[in-house]
């Protein structure tokens, strides 16, 4: 009961945070975007959209120290856990390395083969740096996000998250006092809040955790190091894959179109980063105790934990999802005073592929945390990458630009199954036991709500006045058929505890 009642602590700690970074973000994009204008902010989205597929390996990096360090803390041998960090700072400090140096020789080329109009090309250029910089920095924070996120401390994590989003409000309410090229000047600041966070973590985690420290005696397990190393190459292909999906689509768009339309995509990139923090809270409360079971030889609670884990995780995402997915015209309406054309249908077709991906949270955890990913890996890669030349193909033949979207969504499909049969070989996932309990219920709810809110919009005009009431329905319908009818009973007890607990507090 221990372990429950730190996810759910943790939960509520990042859900907070979620509401705090989540209002500042919904605040920050359309700052942002009337500054730099549509076609300059298309750019921004374009070219970070490039440097975050040739950082493929930082997400990946992130899920493999954490793995290590979780794994090695289940295990409760010290000495490894010591040289789990030094080895993981070693891997990161090669691959910021390797990467800017790699990505910089590519910045020529690169400008010459996206579609940029002429007059932009020299502050193109100057942004491609910045963002490098950037994403060195990003890639040197990684071991001390996955040392929070291993120890479970989600309210250092919360507290650096909203001041970085704080930061980065601040930037954008300084853009219109900007004499000059304000691009250059967001590609810049942007890179000196990134380090910023990243000396910040560096001196709390050394601070706070006196047990991992550098060591050059730390480093020399090679053994140790190969392993790591194979297995964070092979969660950077699976990375890579990810990413390489989602700014392959962007590139896709620009190719056929122009940076205007990239405008649109990232807006609709936004709407899902926002979403994407619901999505991930459940994930980072129980990964790490998830990953601790691997460790300590506990495959039957990690079993449940990762069916408990896809479960909510469609919950929470679905239950915020709905409601943006009905208004979002009125929505975007209200949020920005310019909204790009095709930006309804990208973020309603970005907003369905994340509620899709929920259906294999707990999978991916399950597979990552035995370790056994090489094939694994390779498979999933193939077919995320297929989504860039099925893209391409829908909008040869003349089909709406979300259409390059909805390809994702196909492919996403396929990759459940690939991830179901991998899960059975690897874990002992009962594939019936999966689908029928886990995904087909929280996939039902969603559709049967959906309907019921559509039928409101049908009745009613666009209003504020609507929009409430398609909120309140959502919450009251959604919530109650998902505590009746979606959780196991001991989920519902689970539930009913914490609430009594909260009361007695009281």
Known sequence: MHSTNKIIANSVILYAKILICMAISLYTVPLVLDALGKSDFGLYGLIAGVISMLSFMNASMTISTQRYLSVTMGEGNDIKLLEVYNISLILH?????????????????????????EGRLDTATLLFHFLVVNMVFTVLTVPFDAILNAYENMLAFSIFGIIESVLRLSVALLLP???????????????????????????????????????????????????????AGWNALAALAMVGRSQGINIVLNRFFDTV???????????????????STIQKSVNPQLMQSEGSKERSRLITMSYGLTKFSILSLGVIALPL???????????????????????????????????????????????????????????????????????????????????ACITEVIAITARLLFARKLVGVFIYDYIGKTILPPMVLIILTGLLLFGITQVMPSSFIRLLIVGFSDVIIFGFLSYRYVLSEGERQVILKIVMKLCSRK
């Open 93 to 117: 400090i090669l691959l910021a390395f390797i990467i800017a140096v790699s990505t910089e020789l590519l910045i020529p080329w690169l400008t010459d083969y996206l579609n940029i109009d």
């Open 177 to 231: 006092y900007v004499a000059y090229d304000c691009l250059g000047f967001y590609g810049l600041a942007l890179t000196i809040v990134t380090f910023v966070i990243l000396t910040s973590k560096w001196i709390y985690t050394r601070k706070k955790y006196t047990k991992l420290y550098p060591d050059k005696d730390a480093c020399r397990n090679h053994t140790l190091f190969k392993e790591m190393f194979s297995y």
């Open 325 to 407: 997915i009905v208004e979002m015209p009125y929505i975007l309406k209200l949020w920005l005073s310019e909204v790009p054309r095709y930006t309804i249908e990208f973020t309603r077709a970005i907003i369905t592929l994340a509620l899709i991906m929920q259906a294999s949270t707990g999978l991916m955890s399950a597979i990552q945390s035995t370790g056994k990913i090489k094939w694994y890996t390779i498979t999933i890669c193939i077919i995320l990458l297929s989504t860039i030349p099925l893209s391409h193909l829908a909008l040869s033949v003349g089909l709406s630009p979300s259409w390059a979207i909805w390809a």
């Open 261 to 279: 339309m990239n405008a649109a995509y990232n807006v609709a990139n936004n709407v899902n980063g926002v979403l994407s923090y619901f999505s």
